[in-house]
């Protein structure tokens, strides 16, 4: 918000005086402000796309770096996957030229946590993560240190590590605040918010959703995360057994979430507060987690699409239906273990035995 706000301004008068010195941090500030906060990436990408141009024409090694690592995050997290690994390569070369390490580790964290942990690469992104945390140590940086274990910690998470999750993502939590790393910070405690509702912690993961959901809401950055944290915070209420939720206040921070990479995910997490309201709901749920597997295999989302059918086996196993169950778990061990997820992999399969 404050850099849109320093340099929106201006940015007209510098692209008349053709300031081209500036233009592209102008720019890359511009594109990230209609990402981060007014959601409009068509918008976010024109200005990117700019910032590298104009960076690449005037051989300025930053201001690229800076528009490929952004250009890699706007097209990732719209599920243009190919495209958006491609930019973070671009930093990640631009860095490794320098040989700098906290550029390249930048890189590297950028990879893992807005392109390989979603798109299923979850032995790649835990790879990856760990190298990234390695150069982050060498460095001596409590900045980067803070943002590679918050990348470390997803990967962890989606490899089904939960244990290292939840220890890298505290870590991570106390690294961002000493730094003031306020955006990594909330996405530490959003992603400790997840594990803990996986190990069935719910109060735990209440506390870090609203921990997490309170920051954002004060730096007005990131509504697409407080929108999913809201309801991932309503599935753990659910799941605790507190049923006061208003189910169309959840239908409406779903509508409202316009990033593509955590739709499907989102709309699983509302199937799941369906069925565990009660009985009336389970139709509902149905509806809900079907729409979660249209909208992962439509944005090739597969980590999240193995979780889709894992959550339907258990709503066809409450309907009755055990050899459907079966078969829904068997696809979710399938795509997981593409996905090299070895962790929920196991898990499901503790669940397939119990179906036996």
Not at 112 to 128: P, R, T
Request: with cysteine.
């Amino acid at each position: 918000m404050e850099a849109n706000e320093a340099v929106a301004p201006i940015a007209h008068l510098a692209a008349e005086l053709n300031y081209q010195k500036r233009l592209p941090l102008i720019y890359t500030a511009m594109g990230t402000y209609r990402d981060w906060v007014e959601e409009d990436y068509s918008e976010g990408l024109r200005y990117l796309s700019e910032a590298l141009k104009i960076s690449e024409d005037l051989k300025d090694t930053l201001s690229s770096w800076y528009a490929s690592w952004f250009l890699g995050m706007n097209l990732s997290m719209n599920c243009e996957f190919e495209k958006g690994v491609e930019f973070f390569e671009k930093s990640l070369d631009l860095g490794t030229s320098a040989s700098r390490l906290i550029p390249m580790a930048m890189a590297k964290i950028g990879i893992v946590s807005f392109n390989y942990a979603w798109h299923g690469k979850n032995d790649l992104a835990c790879q990856i993560s760990k190298e990234a945390l390695q150069m982050a140590q060498e460095s001596g940086d409590i900045y980067i240190k803070g943002i590679a274990c918050s990348g470390h910690g997803l990967a962890c998470h989606c490899k089904g590590l939960l244990d290292e999750s939840e220890n890298t993502l505290l870590q991570a939590l106390s690294l961002c605040e000493k730094a003031g790393q306020l955006g990594w910070w909330t996405w530490a405690s959003g992603g400790l918010g997840h594990v803990y509702a996986d190990m069935g912690e719910y109060q735990k993961a209440e506390a870090y959703y609203e921990k997490g959901i309170s920051t954002l809401e004060r730096t007005r950055i990131y509504p697409f995360w407080a929108n999913m944290w809201k309801v991932s915070l309503a599935r753990s209420k659910v799941l605790n057994k507190d049923q006061d939720i208003t189910l169309g206040e959840i239908f409406k921070y779903y509508e409202n979430m316009n990033l593509k990479v955590q739709k499907g995910w989102a709309a699983r997490h509302v199937a799941e507060i369906l069925l565990n309201m009660d009985d009336q709901h389970l139709s509902e749920a149905e509806d809900w987690v079907k729409k979660a597997i249209e909208v992962d295999k439509r944005n090739d989302t597969m980590w999240s699409l193995g979780g889709d059918y894992a959550l339907y086996a258990r709503l066809l196993k409450r309907k009755g239906d055990p050899p459907k169950a079966k078969e829904n778990l068997a696809k979710a061990i399938d795509i997981l273990k593409e996905c090299g997820a070895d962790g929920w992999v196991k898990r499901y399969k503790e669940e397939m035995a119990s179906l036996c």
